[in-house]
Structure formats: C-alpha cells, structure tokens
C-alpha cells in the first residue's frame, strides 16, 4: 500500500519536510507530477537541502526513489540538481530511477513558455517559465517526447528522437515566428546525455507494481497543490497537471485500492505565487509580516509570495477531493507574534453563501470573507515538542481547523529543521 503526501493550498506548504520525516521509514518515495517548476526545502542539521524535480526520500540513505511517468523532466536540471544534492553529501548511488514514459521537457519548451507569457501580456499567468505548460501541451497534442525516445538503442530510435525534436521546434517557430535555436547543437547534446541518463530508466509500471507485491512502505510526493490542478484549481492560474488524488494513479499506473492514507499538508495561513484571485491575501501589515517572518520567497524562483489568513474554503474544498485522512499544519510558529488570528471560514457574494470554492474566477475576485477571530499565543513554540506542551490558544487553533474540515491534524510543523515536527 501506498501513503500520499499533497498540497492543499496553492503550493509551497513545506511538503517536502513531511516526506523527510515519514521517509525515515520509507522503502520508496516517488514523484507522480509536475516539473522543475516545484520546489520544496528540507534542513537536516545545518544543511539545507533543495528539491525541485527530484524526490526529496533521497535525504534518506534507505530510500529508493522514483520520478514517475506523470512528471516532465530537464534532463540538464535533472543532472545540476542531483549534482548539487551530491555536493552537499548525499549519496544517491542506486537509489534514482526515472520513468521511461516521462515526457522531456526541452530549453524550446522554455523559450516557447516565455514567449507565451509575452503575447498573453496583461493576462499572464506568471509561470516560473521552466517550460513546464508547453511540455504538457506536447504531451496532449501528441507530439511530445519520451524518455523511452532519447534513451532506446533499438534500430531507428535515435533517428526518430532527432526528427521528433526538429519537428517540435518547427511546430514552435510556426506558432511564435523565427526564434533563435540551434536545434542541431542541442541534438549533440542530447546524444551525451542519452548515455549518461540510461542507467536512471526504467520500467515504472512494473517498479511500482513489484513494489506493491513486495509489500514495501510506499510514499507518494505530490507536487504544487489542488488550488494549481488543471481541473479542480484557480483555472487558467494552474500549472500544467493534475495535483489532486487522480494524479497519483495517473503519473504512477496504480489502481486507487494500492492508496491507503492521504495525507494533505496546510500551512497555518495562505499563501500563493504568481497571478490570479486569492480572497484572504492581505495586502497591508499583516501580509507583509507574514512574509517576512515566514521567509516567503520560492525555492525556485526566488519569488515573493502574496500572503493571508488561513483560508478554511480552500482547505475544505481540497480535503473533500483528495479524500484527506489527516493533515500536517506547517508553520504554526510564523503565527507566534499575532495577538489575534483570524480564519476565513465562507465567501458571500450577492447573498449567496459559498461554504465551497466557486469555479468563476470572477466571482472569486469579488466575494466578501467571512471570518472568525481566535485568539493568538504571542509566545515562541520553536522549542515545543508535543502536542500538550503547546500553547492552549494554539491548540484551540488547531482543534478549530480539526472541526471545522472533519480531518484530524495528526502533525504540526513548529519551526524548519526535521525535527520541529510534533505527532499529534
């Protein structure tokens, strides 16, 4: 059986130091969506680890990782980011695979997502441009490439791989114009890095079914959130891929009976990149600190993140489709200083009442928040390492979220390292 780790906002919730501390006892830990375009930090000691495509079990020297059919894939971000994980001591020997079905994302993908970006102008979606959207759109049109096509030594396959990516850069220039790239120089390169990336492949159906009949403890790493799902979020500020629960089976080939617990990670309040409604965000001295207390920046991009209040809409709305069978609050101790917190608990608009996120985005930019007030512990909990020690207002905060979603809160992050995690 398989356990499931996903985002519940709009992403950057501190997945990633989740997985840390439930890979410790882990067999594999896998990827199922999403790019380079995620990234999640993990510290252990005085060393801060940084993930974007990779799986972030490989903190764990036990640990088998997969990325999974459902990821797109840099293949030159794949190798910096494995090389910078080394560099800090991490020894991934054996222990990375990458699904042969995986579509590559290439540096056309990117200049074809900035140019995007540029035509749609005042309407931009405010990706990280990391190519991730367009390899998507390959992928649905049909005239994306595998990883099966750069790294086959069967008769024919490098020719096909050379004429699959010189009509994809065609089909681009056809699209956005003339555009400068040397499609003949990245074939070269692509030919090094077909024999340096062939002892990562493998089968990722048959390696997550083996690893099902061997009964292994199987962890599932979900990247960006459901408020980013191409189907269930901000719709068209999304990313490219399913970030929901149907993600998981979809980019790893599993049925939904080998999924057991579903694990859904809420920062203690909201935050999101790029453009698009956000109807907590607070634009005023509570956003701003926020942010600086909590360090809101991306780990990618390098971005600021728009912040608010707790939005309990959002957190109902993804627990009722991803089917949460807990939840992990991150970041309670950014909250330490407020001497009152407040939480979005519905959205009015025109006498409606929603107690569910709307589909109209233009209903979303217009509602009116209702919130409760509930009182802060105005006290460090950095140190706090049980749930009975906490702060009795803090408790309070977080029995509300427990009542009000109908999920138990079964971990609380109190501060960045692995070990300021306590199990309720």
């Known amino acids: 059986m398989a356990n499931v780790v996903i985002g519940s906002q709009w992403g950057d919730e501190g997945k990633g130091k989740l997985v840390d501390v439930l890979c410790e006892d882990v067999d594999v830990c896998a990827r199922c969506q999403g790019g380079n375009n995620a990234g999640h930090t993990i510290v252990v000691g005085k060393t801060k680890y940084d993930f974007h495509a990779l799986p972030s079990g490989l903190v764990n020297p036990k640990c088998v990782n997969l990325v999974g059919s459902g990821v797109v894939v840099h293949v030159p971000a794949f190798f910096a980011e494995l090389e910078q994980l080394e560099s800090k001591g991490l020894d991934t020997t054996g222990r990375l695979f990458l699904s042969s079905r995986a579509h590559l994302v290439f540096d056309v993908h990117q200049l074809a997502d900035g140019l995007h970006e540029a035509e749609l102008s005042a309407g931009a979606i405010g ?77 990722a159906v048959s ?66 990149v790029g453009a698009g409604p956000f109807p907590t965000e607070q634009l005023n001295e509570v956003g701003e600190t926020l942010q600086n207390v909590g360090q809101e920046w991306g780990v990618t991009t390098g971005r600021k993140r728009r912040c608010g ?90 029995e509300y979220i427990e009542k009000f979603t109908g999920v138990p809160v079964s971990y609380i992050g109190v501060g960045p390292g692995r070990e300021a995690m306590i199990k309720k």
Request: charged letters at 25%; a neutral charge.
């Open 127 to 203: 990706t990280t441009r990391r190519g991730i959207g367009p390899a998507y759109s390959t992928k649905a049109t049909r005239s994306g490439i595998r990883v099966h096509h750069l790294v086959s030594q069967e008769e024919g396959a490098w020719e096909e791989f050379v004429e699959r990516l010189e009509s994809l850069v065609s089909s681009f220039k056809k699209r956005y114009g003339d555009f400068e790239y040397d499609v003949a120089a990245e074939i070269e390169r692509y030919k090094v890095y077909a024999e340096r990336l062939r002892p990562f492949v493998t089968d």
């Open 309 to 398: 209040w707790l939005d309990l809409v959002v957190v109902k709305y993804a627990a009722a489709i991803n089917g949460f069978t807990a939840i992990n609050i991150t970041k309670l101790d950014v909250l330490d200083g407020l001497a009152e917190i407040k939480v979005g608990v519905a959205y009015k608009y025109k006498g409606k009442t929603y107690d569910m996120f709307p589909e109209d985005l233009r209903v979303v930019e217009k509602v009116e928040v209702e919130y409760v007030t509930l009182p802060g512990w105005q006290t460090s909990i950095c140190d706090v390492k049980t749930y009975a020690d906490l702060p009795e207002a803090a408790r309070s905060y977080i």
């Open 207 to 272: 390696f997550m079914h083996k690893a099902l009949a061997e009964k292994k403890k199987i962890l599932v790493e979900g990247a960006n959130a459901l408020m980013l799902d191409l189907d269930f979020g901000t719709y068209p500020y999304v990313t490219s891929s399913n970030t929901s629960i149907g993600g998981v089976c979809t980019g790893l080939g599993i049925p939904p009976q080998a999924l057991r617990e579903v694990t859904g990670v809420v920062k203690a309040y909201t935050t999101r």
